[in-house]
């Protein structure tokens, strides 16, 4: 997160920022603690906003976090809205080319959208993931197709990066294995939790065997005139 805000353009003064599909919000905190400028922070999930909100107020940041439980496919909010649209891990939610169509008119005159995105880092990937995200999402490309995507979306790249292989595992795989771990003995008798288990299991497999091919990249765009 840090790393895509050191890549930005300078932005107003007292910048206008919501971060869409925010999750429980690590990426929130930083935003706010960086640009020290309020973040509306918009996702479909309340737990997650409560999380965020306790989050919040333990780093002394709650004066410039605002939640708000909604689509982020159908915000409300008149154009102009925002200098800098953030969304990380979230955008596939709707499709990339979708996000970005959905969210320009938002963005005020130059303003910039930054953006994680589930991507192919191999021109010809194994047949066996390749085939795996073919079910699980299928409107996934490499990173010259989303970057055609967003130009023809109406906006000017300015950068990307793709997302270390370290973050997936150890901010990721490995909490979500601990939590598994912790859930078996209940999932035992939960059919609906052994089966989310199980997909979790085969998604941490694929990466394990197959990490090198896929991976998310950073986006960082500009709305273009």
């Known amino acids: ?13 007292e910048p206008r920022v919501a971060d869409l599909g925010c999750g429980p919000g690590k990426q929130t905190l930083v935003l706010a603690g960086e640009l020290k ?19 919040a107020a333990g780093a002394g940041l709650s004066h410039l976090i605002q939640t708000r439980c909604a689509d982020m496919g159908s915000l409300s909010d008149p154009p102009d809205s925002f200098d800098l649209i953030w969304s990380e891990g979230a955008i596939y939610i709707l499709g990339f080319a979708r996000g970005l169509e ?6 005020a005159s130059g303003g910039c959208l930054v953006a994680s995105e589930l991507t192919w880092l191999e021109s010809d990937p194994p047949a066996e993931v390749r085939d795996y995200f073919t079910v699980e999402y299928p ?3 490499d990173v010259g197709g989303n970057l055609a995507l967003a130009e023809e979306a109406g906006y000017e790249v300015l950068a990307h990066f793709p997302l270390e292989n370290q973050a997936w595992w150890d901010n990721y795989y490995q909490p979500l294995a ?11 008798d939960d ?5 989310v ?13 197959f990490g090198g091919s896929f991976g998310y990249v950073f986006y960082l765009l500009r709305k273009s005139a």
């Open 1 to 13: 997160t840090r790393r895509a805000l050191g890549l930005l353009p300078a932005l107003p003064a």
């Open 37 to 55: 400028a309020l973040v509306l922070a918009v996702d479909f999930h309340q737990p997650y906003l409560d999380q965020l909100k306790r989050s």
């Open 191 to 195: 059919p609906d939790l052994a089966a």
């Open 197 to 209: 288990l199980a997909e979790n299991q085969t998604e941490t497999d694929i990466w394990r065997r």
């Open 102 to 107: 959905l969210w320009r008119p938002l963005l």
């Open 178 to 188: 601990r939590r598994a771990e912790a859930l078996a003995e209940q999932a035992k």
């Open 139 to 141: 409107a996934m490309t």
